[in-house]
């Protein structure tokens, strides 16, 4: 039997449970969980706002630790091996996995949603979903790395941001974070962040940005004017609401990218001359990542572009009521300091 921390129910805590150790297949590997991050959506599932079908479910989509033991058929990664999880579970044979674009996979998984997650001592998943975590990287790192920090990779990788191009980013949260430190990774000189908090606007400045404060003036027009009034070439928006979404296909030069990250419910009004037309700009929706990103962003992390210095996570064990606290946390703010589940002294 194992530890872990389940979702019984829709609404209610998390509660500790007794539950056996997963038995694995032929394809599957066994992990010993070291580190599994809390994310936003985590508090979505336990308030309903997301919708869980299967219950009772052990939570956590980023998850780092050690193989205990792998299927006879599993081949890239063997007992002992540190590893992080890539938590989209796919079929591996539909339309869209065969072309790499298992994220829309007809028989998708989440982990830790449809099937049993991070929080707690042992996971087992498709040999597949595991990836080497190079000894340069915490097993805390490797776990956070694999949900904020792959999708900001994504959306980079969505708007097509090249070398020396110009970037505005709209929000400085978990997701910002990472794709701050990745657009410097891709040779980017001129990165805006666009935020109110003061506290947000001086970690960017600190961190090579330029801080654009939306509280003083229009952020269009502030990146109007440090451009010359050209516009950038690409504008993420990672915050979720339809004015800075309208406000970062606005801020965008000819043939900008626009890529929407933030999820609202709200609608977005374009002009669609003066405004998309004329400038040939682009808006692109992106949502999760691919696993065929991952050993991109492993090896930022590894090489020391992509960091998550110590004092900007915070640590709780495996148990119910430290899980539910912090998740109480999370949806009375947001805070880009991650927590983690620490299970062991293992690093
Ligand atoms: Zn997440
Ligand atoms: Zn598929």
Known sequence: MMRAVRLAQVG?????????????????????????GMCHSDAHYRAGISKIDNLPVT??????????????DVTNVSAGDRVCVHYLVSCGSCEFCVRGLEQFCRHVQMIGKDRDGGYAEFIKVPGANAFPLPDEIPFDVGAIMMCSSA????????????PGESIAIFGLGGLGFSALQL????????????????AKLASAASMGAMAIDARSADPVEQIKEAT?????????????????????????????????????AESMSIHPYTELINKEVEIIGVSD???????????????????????????????????????DAFQNSIDHIRTVIVQSSDK
């Open 12 to 36: 209610k805590p998390l509660e500790n449970a007794d539950v056996p150790v997963p038995e694995i297949g032929p394809d599957e590997a066994l992990i010993r969980v070291a580190a599994a």
């Open 59 to 72: 939570l956590g989509h980023e998850i780092a630790g050690r193989v205990e033991e792998v299927g006879s």
């Open 151 to 162: 999708t900001a990779l994504h959306a980079l990788n969505k708007a097509r941001l090249r």
């Open 183 to 198: 657009a410097r990774a891709f040779d980017c000189e001129d990165v805006y962040v666009v935020e109110i908090k003061p």
């Open 228 to 264: 010359a009034g050209r516009g950038v070439d690409v504008a993420l928006e990672l915050i979720g609401s339809a004015k800075t979404m309208r406000q970062a296909v606005l801020c965008l030069g000819p043939l900008g990218r626009a890529a929407l990250v933030g999820l609202t």
């Open 289 to 327: 990542h691919l696993a065929a990103e991952l050993p991109a962003l492993i090896e930022f992390a590894r090489s020391g572009k992509l960091r998550f210095p110590q004092d900007a996570l915070r640590f709780v064990d495996l148990d119910a009521k430290q899980i539910n606290a912090s998740l």
